[in-house]
């Protein structure tokens, strides 16, 4: 007996490789500023206190299945949301040396990063055209 295998969840959208530059060096700012956190458990407590900014993702996630409501909860919340590349790159823009498969950006009263933030967000908003 052959074994059937689902058919794989395709993450969209995703970065391409200039913009994911912009979305890495915006979590490592974000880092900086206490507003990064990490993890999917993480993103979406923030998604259910409604205090995320936006979520980022990695596409290379396996199973995909680990993140695969995230993107259903941001689109309830209407959060801006994409996909980079690998785990591993988002682990690194967040500070630490392991895979991370999610991050968003916190809200933060009188934040520095507002206007990059918003900027982010209609370049994200743009792949969804």
Known sequence: MQKVEAPRIKPSPIADAKLQTKILDLLRQALNYKQLKKGANEV???LDKG??????????CDPIEIVANIPIKCEEK???YCFVSTQASLGRACGISRPVVAATIAQSEGSQLKTQIIEMKDLIDQLFI
């Open 44 to 46: 979406l407590k923030n």
């Open 51 to 60: 205090i995320c900014e936006l979520v980022i993702l990695a596409a290379d």
């Open 78 to 80: 209407n959060v801006s």
